[in-house]
């Protein structure tokens, strides 16, 4: 049939067939983001997990279908590099008056991968960069809702929280909104400006996330700008709180606290975002630091973010002569790991054989990572993308590195003349390897990261995650000084383990046996050899054993375990506890 069609009339057609695959998935994206709102209000915790769950499978799944009728369509000509750049034009024009044009763009992109799997880039068929260098509309809406000055700072936040009222009522709104006022006060005076907001800007979507809805903007005071987060909870009427309801559980003003909060080892929020390009260049003027990539992973858009990535990394070769190398810290059993010394990322390859004692495969490896892309993070795994058929200039490799990854990772990376042609690899944000960082960072920096490693596995553990090898090599610290697990080879779920006690020696033949002398299951572990895995110095491990001693014993795990099998979401808290209005209304009374 293709053989009777022009070329513009199959370019129509293809563009079409891909247009209506985006609108189909963009629809039920949305269709599911909106539905977090009723989950909140009717404290449907487990729904809203499913929910992420299913949307972050919802793009696979259509574009799979789209990608079918695709090859049904064209048939012979699937692969005709002309008619893909017709089918590339027509497509263009079909998005220049959308408002979500860029995630169209990836979309598409993610089809011509699928069918061509291209190593490299290809402009004539793909969207390499965006076709469109500024926005192709104009906002058909404010994305915030402005406030001018009101007759207190209580008042203001009275009056925001009224309208962004929700079907369950608010417990006080009016205690709230002295609590918040007292908070913001107290930032205005360290700042030594005046105790007054002369304007507020809120965005008008609310964002959702585990058990939390959030309120997202930023407060002026005079010369002074500062961002303004309320974190909201929703309590259901019960025999602990008799009147239930909605009250705001933290705020948060600081760049940091809300730079951690929308970190890329968190789950992403679900969140209306009818123009996406807006509210992202919104949410950087807030956190300037952050990446334009992160921010589209963190609003559900993480395969768009992915795409920004890419072109942020081509840009930085572009203008940059460093060459890649191995990454500091220990070489890894079965990732080899690389980065290039001037950009915040490394580059993970799974290596072609693992070094013993490691039992698992490539296959396995994969899917432990997958795993971790649909699961709760708890803010303590990092977010890595997954890369196929990617080239880079040979010039770039340090001879030592190249020389490994051609040794131990033939199977995934070979050379092409003056290319190195890599066909699968994840990328991940760098960190500083918690091996390392304990070794040079000053004396309260380590106590401060020696702490929040227990933290770290204690908040794994509530999203029903164990990390398996807890050694410190395995974990990573964040510029906030957050520590975050990185190595997934040997991750598994809390309810599949088996946690035992060690069974007391019968005689001295078993005492000094250097083998377990009991049976020990696939899924056994026993949480009094934690000791051993921890690798710390005396002093540091002390520091640990006081405030973390509960992991080496199993009633903790029980205990989580047993929560996990009865359904429980058990809540973690993704800000300082410090920042709690709870906090500092108990502090108060006391």
Known sequence: MTQTLSDSRLANLGATTIRNGFDEYHGEFKAITRRAKTRFERCEWQGMLADSTERLELRAKILSRTVQNIRELLEERVNDHAVWVGIKAVYSTFIGDRDDWEIAETFYNSVTRRIFATVGVDAQIEFVDTDFDAPPTEPRAPIVRSYAPASSIPALMERILADFAFDAPYQDAARDAKQVARVIESELRERRAALVITRA????????????AYFVGRIYSGAHTLPLIL????SPAGVLDPTGGVYVDAV??????????????????????????????????????????????AIGYHKHGKTELYRDFLKHLATSDDQFEIAPGERGMVMLVFHLPSYEAVFKIIKDDFDEPKQVTREEVKAKYNLVFRHDRAGRLIDAQEFEHLAFDRARFAPALLEEMLARAGNTVRVENDRVVISHLYVERRLEPLNLYVRYADSDAVKRAVSDYGYAIKDLAKANIFPGDVLLKNFGVTRHGRVISYDYDELC???ELNFRRLPAARDDDEELAGEAWFYVGANDFFPEEFGKW??????????????????FDTPFWLDVQA???????????????EKRLEEKRLRSET
Do not use: C
Not at 258 to 285: K, W
Not at 563 to 577: H, K, T
């Open 231 to 234: 974190a909201l909870q929703n």
């Open 201 to 212: 800007q809120i965005i008008t979507q609310i964002f959702y996330r585990g058990r939390r």
């Open 534 to 551: 921890l690798g710390l110095a005396p002093e540091w491990k002390e520091i640990f054993l006081q405030q973390h001693a509960d992991l």
């Open 252 to 297: 948060l003003i600081d760049e940091d606290d809300i730079s951690i909060l929308f970190s890329f080892t968190r789950s992403y929020f679900f969140v209306q975002a009818e123009r996406p390009y807006d509210l992202v260049r919104f949410l950087q003027s807030l956190m300037p630091r952050k990446r334009i990539a992160e921010l589209y992973i």
């Open 493 to 495: 779920l809390i309810t």
């Open 563 to 577: 929560r996990l099998r009865s359904g429980e979401v058990i809540d973690i808290v993704p800000y300082a506890q």
